[in-house]
């Protein structure tokens, strides 16, 4: 059974700092692995999704990199902003279409101003 | 374009009711998944319905079902409610397309059960 980690559960830091999210996946076996972010009393928004075959992704100030073999991931955010905060979470597909989705726990980021 | 769109936002029910969850998909879009969200459990896979046929299914009990209509706007349904029920519902649609690694989740908003 696939169990997703998110380490640390909460974060904060200055404005204007560079910060790396962690997920960790116990099965290689994943086909894709997915970042979003949840603002209080929200649903989720896509961030990045790094498909099966790739390594990394990037989106403006958002980089996110997978390596199957250790079974982790990483969220790169660069000069971060206020409006970063919120709650972020990885999550990998159990079937190559990506409706299936295993969730990690989340970091909850605060980007203090 | 349209989000996906949830109803009802908030509800309260008590021990032994039902209750059905409404979720309108992007248009053009074929497949909606459910997911519950708690403090205790993270966000968990319900199942997911793509052209009126469940293709995906999570681990929960025979209570949670669900269903899909033709338009693509699909029903979750929880019969005989308990307690630890109370979570946020989120569903979300995506195009479907078969294994296609490129399926990007829009989730909407959710409905918030609240079990007494």
């Known amino acids: 059974k696939q169990e997703v980690t998110q380490i640390p559960a909460a974060l904060s830091v200055p404005e204007g700092e560079n910060l790396v999210l962690n997920c960790s996946f116990t099965?290689?076996?994943?086909?894709?692995l997915q970042w979003f972010r949840q603002d209080p009393g929200k649903g989720l928004t896509s961030l990045l999704l790094i498909q099966s075959s790739q390594r990394e992704q990037t989106s403006g100030r958002l980089n996110a990199s997978l390596d199957k073999s250790s079974g982790r991931s990483t969220l790169y955010i660069a000069a971060s902003q206020p409006g970063d905060s919120a709650t972020y979470l990885c999550?990998?597909?159990?079937?190559?279409?990506?409706?299936?989705?295993?969730f990690g726990t989340g970091t909850r980021l605060t980007i203090i101003p | 374009k349209a989000g996906v769109t949830q109803t009802p936002r908030y509800l309260i029910k008590t021990r032994g009711q039902q209750v059905t969850l409404s979720c309108s998909p992007i248009s053009g879009h074929r497949s909606v998944s459910w997911y519950q969200q708690t403090p205790g459990q993270g966000l968990q896979f319900l199942f997911e319905?793509?052209?009126?046929?469940?293709?995906n299914k999570g681990n929960f009990p025979g209570r949670f079902s669900g269903r899909q209509f033709s338009n693509s706007r699909s029903e979750m349904n929880v019969s005989t409610l308990e307690l630890g029920d109370s979570a946020l519902y989120l569903c979300a649609s995506s195009l479907g397309l078969a294994n296609s690694g490129a399926n990007v989740l829009t989730f909407g908003a959710g409905s918030r059960l609240t079990v007494l």
């Open positions: 999550a990998g597909s159990a079937n190559f279409g990506n409706e299936k989705l295993t």
């Open positions: 099965d290689s076996a994943i086909y894709n």
């Open positions: 319905y793509f052209s009126e046929t469940q293709r």
